[in-house]
């Protein structure tokens, strides 16, 4: 189930009033979504797909990034959704600019979310010290790294050949990726091999 969210202003005020209309008990969410901007209108769309799709007992909420989670923490015992609805774990899985840009400009951005979510997944021991230093409970971060399984891939030594050695980086432009450190490291191989760099 996907929800379309109100690309404009006339549009967000039309979802606001058929949410309220289809659902009544909804009307205080609403309101406090109100005062949150973009991200306020989201949740009202989340709320009307959600409670639309007719859910039934879910066992577990899973948000992926953290500002994706702020419009969904209706789920955490308002008057939004019925009660057996909101007694499910609320797990929130960070992966970077959600744990860094967002802060940086707002350190105060998952306070409430922090207080009503069950787990914070995070990638790193840096990640979770990023949470932890705005409020998040260290009792609720869980580290799960996003690694590649190692085990799964032989090793298979390799020698230079006359072909040249192809080397590839699939990665978003953008400075934490940290790409110029690769250039700084390939750059001595070009005075060896025949070497071919792709980013």
């Known amino acids: 189930t996907y929800t379309n969210k109100p690309d404009t202003y006339l549009n967000a005020i039309s979802r606001m009033l058929r949410t309220i209309q289809r659902h009544p008990q909804t009307i205080p969410t609403v309101a406090s979504s109100l005062s949150r901007g973009k991200n306020g209108i989201a949740r009202i769309a989340n709320i009307d797909t959600f409670l639309n799709s007719e859910p039934n007992s879910v ?108 080397l590839l980086t699939v990665a978003r432009f953008d400075k934490k990726k940290g790409l110029e450190y690769a250039v700084d490291a390939v750059a001595p191989l070009v005075k060896q091999y025949n070497v071919t760099y792709r980013i």
């Open 59 to 166: 066992d577990i909420y899973h948000a992926h990034f953290g500002n994706v989670a702020k419009s969904w923490d209706f789920l955490c015992g308002t008057s939004a959704v019925p009660e057996i609805l909101t007694q499910s774990p609320f797990i929130v899985s960070f992966y970077g600019e959600d744990a860094s840009y967002i802060l940086q400009e707002d350190p105060n951005a998952y306070d409430q979310l922090f207080k009503q979510c069950d787990i914070v997944t995070v990638l790193s021991e840096d990640m979770k010290s990023e949470l932890t230093s705005v409020g998040c409970p260290e009792n609720k971060i869980e580290i799960q790294p996003l690694g590649v399984n190692v085990e799964k891939f032989r090793f298979r030594k390799r020698t230079p050949s006359d072909d040249g050695i192809d």
